[in-house]
């Protein structure tokens, strides 16, 4: 199988995650996206909602697409959730399948400041995909020149980085968290079970 690996803190799951997801998942012809909310990120500093509810959500988010699943193991961690250990897990529990990372180009070019990056770039090909407002993969250190149309060499690995350019949404979940917090409807940008569970447990006004 041919299996996608989307990681993401996922405050709270948004319809841009999903479509670019379904976009990829046709485009690289994956047979499944798994969904891996973070436990308490290393990266993101501000206060972050508890892993549960977000790992809720985007189990409300998916549940109707066959072809994506949800990973707890990040959420169900106590200490602080490094990609790098997630991917370790991950290889072993799919080792007779082929593993994709999938990321927005804002975090690929983020990279550099993830915990064991260098190792992380040799254990999976990336799929990076297109995202409004920010840069393209030329000229980035961690990457050589492109060897085929959209597919570069990873430097000092023998792992790719595939660009795809997915339909732009300029939604983020910051901006959905900052709606919440000035009492704006978030309706139709996240699925409707997410909105509502959202509501019901208050999450994000303050
Ligand atoms: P925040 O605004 O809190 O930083 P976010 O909307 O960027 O959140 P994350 O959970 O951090 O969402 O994103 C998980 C992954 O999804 C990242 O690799 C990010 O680049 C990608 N992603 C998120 N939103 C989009 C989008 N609209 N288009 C393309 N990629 C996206």
Known sequence: ????????????????????????????????????????????????????????????????????????FEAKQKKPSYTINTLTHLKKLYQNDTLFFIMGIDAFLELKSWHRYEELLRMVDFIVMSRPGFDSLQNYELIEDEEAENCFKIKNSDKKAFFISVFPF?????????????????????????????????LYRE
Not at 22 to 49: N, S
Not at 176 to 202: A, D, F, H, S
């Open 1 to 72: 199988m041919k299996i996608g690996l989307f990681g993401g803190t996922f405050n709270p799951i948004h319809y841009g995650h999903l479509r670019v997801a379904e976009e990829v998942r046709e485009a690289f012809l994956l047979d499944k996206i798994l969904f891996i909310p973070a436990g308490i990120p290393p990266l993101k500093k501000y206060d972050i909602l508890q892993p549960m509810h977000r790992l809720k959500m985007t189990e409300l988010a998916v549940k109707d697409n066959p072809f994506f699943e949800v990973s707890d």
């Open 170 to 202: 300029w939604i983020s979940s910051t901006q959905i968290r900052k709606m919440i917090q000035n009492g704006k409807t978030i309706r139709y940008l996240v699925p409707e079970e997410v909105r509502e569970y959202i509501e019901k447990n208050k």
